[in-house]
Each structure stands twice: as structure tokens, then as C-alpha cells.
């Protein structure tokens, strides 16, 4: 199978040495020739375009879920990585025509009545070309070949990393969780077999899931309906009013808690490119390759922590409480209270915060940053804390910090009533 990305560990490792190298001389050449941090943001940005262009894949990923959540760093710096995602440079034509005849049996254009060479959208594991069958207009999604490799190279230096950064804390847990969350998104029939599950569950008339093709369906080539709509950066500059930001803020934060006590399924990338704003005024959700489903006795634990967390009850019956899910060391009662005031807590205050009001408005609030500053504090604090972190919080976390983030950029505010009166009914 022709390869168009690096797939060895060595050679992704070369790849991210090399722009490592860039930017530690980019830095310093604008040091001595006191270039402005403005023109050196956009250099240094070039360079990660470029390593991304060339790896795709899982790193990718990372750029969207670490880059897109920040917010309150350099906004042309955000732009220009922001723009990476949709400029990954494409498989040529030839190879696409390959690939489908490879897994549906016959070229696209036997296939379909129009089948666009030209991808018009890129996603981290694959390209999106525009087809049309019978009268229906379809979206598929082709994987990058070779990606498969490259995503086991990746998790090799990601696993290094994080334990590096956990400085020998046992980290397995959350490592083999990101690796069967990415092999399940290689596989485009799970996709399908959750945007499947999302679009059965919706019943928000204000909320479209696109259709699967199960016929032009593969593990590497997923069709889908097309939807056409904003995406969100063009949502923004399309200077909305406050009353649709707000609409669809709170569309989103509303699903998020729907399927999570509805369906015990999580859509788990908040990338803001799974968002489209639709003409209509609907939002469209794509891309369910990442989603993560959660136990009832999870969801039951989760639940009754963050009521108690909004009815403020006493702080060791909350330490328990984590305790009971594995993320405090069973100890005495002073030792638990300890941990939980100096680790848990600062991170608990951050996201409590929005429950304990029935609006909370996210302009100028500088929650991500907050969030994020906690987390670095805590890190400090306690270097082995993530040994305990539950894989489950993790990807619900990550998801609503992703939200979050993306609300801070709309300016929006949401109703949080909705949301606790699911938890309340889910605790009877």
C-alpha cells in the first residue's frame, strides 16, 4: 500500500526533533535581532504546520485537543495552527480512486453519479470528498493509508512523555485508554455504528446527525449524508448575535449532558470542527469516531459527586466519595481530607463553578485559563496525583474543557437548569 506519511517512531521522532530545532532557532534568532513576538509567534507557527502537514495522524489530535483548548493563548498564533486542521495536504487523486475501489469493489465514478477528486475537508486520520447518489448529496471520509502505524509510533513517544511527566507514576491505565479509544476510531464501522446510536437517541429537533450509507461503508471509507453549514471559525466571523451564540452554546452543552444519562455515551472530541452551524439555525454534529461509553455504576458515583459538590456538603464525605472511585488512596480520614483540599479541590472549585449558578456567562470569564492553571498548580503539588486519575473523568473532562473553551470564544452564556435537573432525576 503507497505510503504518504511517515509511519516508524524513528522517523515521526525525526520529524518532531527536526521542528523542535526550528523553533529553539527561530526563538533565538528573533532574541538577537529583536524581532517582535508577534512575527516570531508566526514563524513558530509555520514550523508546527509543517510537521503537522507532514504527520497527520494522532499528532494531529493532539494539536486540535491541546491548541483548540487554550483559548487565552495568541489569537493569530490560534488562527494559523487552527488552520493546520483544514490544510493537511491531501492524498492525490489516484490514490483515492485506489483506496475506494480497494474497499467498495469498483471506482467512485461507477459508483456515483458525482464523485468530487478534490477532498474538501481533512480530518486527523483521513480526507472528505463530496459525492452525489441518487439525487442525495454524501459526505466520505478516506482514511490515510499507513495511518495505523503511525498512530502505534505516536503512542510510543506519547507514552514516554506521560510517564516522564508523571515522573514514574503508574500511568498505564489512562495510556492503554487513549490507545483503544484511537484503534476504534481506525476502524470507520465503529463510527458508523455510533453515529447510528447518536441519531437514534437524538430527539432534538434543533440537532442533526447525519445518515450512514451502510453500502458505501468500510473499516477505512465511512459515507455519510452531507450537511451544509458554517464551520465554527466562519460561524464566528459571521458576527452572530448573543442570542444565537447562546443557542447553540447551550445546544451543545445540553447534548453533551443528554447522552451522557440518556445513552451513557459521550461523543469525546471537542474538536470545534465537529460542529457545524446550519443554515436553518440547527447544529450539526459530526465525526463520531471518538466516543466513549460509561457504566451505570460510574455514571452513578459521577452523579452523586457533583451534586454534593453543588449542595456543598462536607468536604470528607466528598473525599470518600472519590475514594470510592479509585481516584484517593484509602487512608485515614486526615490523610484523605488532605489530599482531597490540596490536589482534588482547587479542581473542583473551577468546575463547580458553573453549576452553582443557573446562568453562567462565559465572556470574559477566563475559565479555560483558570482551568488550566489549576491543573499545572496541582501538578506541582503532587507529581503522582495522575496515577489515580480515572480513565472515564478523563474523557469527560477533556470533552466539557473542550466546550468550555469553545464557549469562551463565542462570548456565551448557558442555562444550567436544564442540566441539574438531569442529575437530580438520574440520583431518583
Known amino acids: 500500500m503507497d505510503k504518504i506519511l511517515p509511519t516508524g517512531k524513528l522517523k515521526r521522532g525525526k520529524v518532531l526533533a527536526k521542528s523542535a530545532l526550528k523553533i529553539g532557532i527561530s526563538r533565538s534568532k528573533s532574541y538577537i535581532k529583536g524581532v517582535s513576538k508577534e512575527k516570531s509567534d508566526d514563524e513558530i507557527a509555520e514550523i508546527i504546520l509543517q510537521a503537522l502537514n507532514e ?24 488562527e494559523k495552527i487552527e488552520k493546520s486542521f483544514d490544510s493537511i495536504k491531501p492524498i492525490n487523486r489516484a490514490l483515492i480512486r485506489k ?41 466520505i471520509k478516506v482514511q490515510y493509508p499507513g495511518i495505523a502505524k503511525s498512530i502505534k509510533s505516536d503512542m510510543a513517544i506519547i507514552s514516554f512523555a506521560l510517564k516522564r511527566f508523571s515522573k514514574g507514576a503508574n500511568i498505564e491505565h489512562i495510556i ?11 476502524n470507520y464501522l465503529n463510527e458508523a455504528a455510533n453515529a447510528k446510536k447518536f441519531l437514534s437517541a437524538n430527539k432534538n429537533k434543533n440537532i442533526v446527525i447525519p445518515k450512514v450509507y451502510d453500502e458505501f461503508s468500510t473499516k477505512r471509507v465511512l459515507t455519510t449524508q452531507f450537511l451544509k453549514g458554517k464551520s465554527f471559525k466562519e460561524f464566528l466571523k459571521s458576527n452572530p ?52 461509553s460509561v457504566y451505570e455504576e460510574f455514571l452513578q458515583s459521577f452523579n452523586k459527586l457533583h451534586l454534593s459538590l453543588i449542595d456543598e456538603i462536607d468536604e470528607l464525605e466528598i473525599a470518600k466519595l472519590y475514594m470510592q472511585m479509585g481516584m484517593i488512596e484509602p487512608s485515614s480520614d486526615e490523610e484523605m481530607l488532605k489530599f482531597y483540599k490540596e490536589i482534588i479541590n482547587p479542581l473542583d472549585t473551577i468546575y463547580i463553578e458553573i453549576f452553582k449558578q443557573d446562568r453562567y456567562d462565559f ?59 438531569l442529575m437530580r432525576e438520574f440520583e431518583s
Open 241 to 292: 448575535s448573543q442570542e444565537e451564540k447562546n443557542k447553540f452554546a447551550q445546544l451543545i452543552f445540553d447534548n453533551f449532558f443528554d447522552s451522557l444519562y440518556k445513552i451513557k455515551t459521550i461523543h469525546a472530541d471537542p474538536n470545534p470542527g465537529n460542529f457545524l452551524f446550519l443554515e436553518d439555525g440547527r447544529l450539526g454534529i459530526i465525526d463520531f469516531g471518538c466516543t466513549k
Open 55 to 78: 504527520l497527520k495522524g494522532l499528532s494531529v489530535k493532539i494539536a486540535q485537543t491541546i491548541i483548540l483548548g487554550m483559548p487565552f493563548a495568541n489569537e493569530k498564533y490560534l
Open 99 to 139: 483506496i475506494i475501489k480497494q474497499e467498495l469493489g469498483s471506482y467512485p465514478e461507477e459508483l456515483f453519479e458525482k464523485f468530487e477528486g478534490k477532498a474538501f475537508a481533512s480530518a486527523s486520520l483521513g480526507q472528505v470528498h463530496r459525492a452525489k447518489y441518487k439525487d442525495k448529496e454524501l459526505a
Open 363 to 421: 465572556k470574559n470569564s477566563n475559565y479555560a485559563k483558570r482551568g488550566f492553571d489549576a491543573i499545572f498548580k496541582v501538578q506541582k503539588k503532587q507529581a503522582n496525583s495522575v496515577q489515580n486519575y480515572n480513565q472515564d473523568y478523563l474523557f469527560i473532562d477533556r470533552t466539557l474543557l473542550g466546550y468550555y473553551a469553545m464557549f469562551e470564544r463565542m462570548g456565551a452564556s448557558i442555562d444550567t437548569r436544564y442540566v441539574k435537573g
Open 176 to 186: 492503554n485508554e487513549l490507545y483503544s479509544r484511537l484503534n476504534e476510531e481506525l
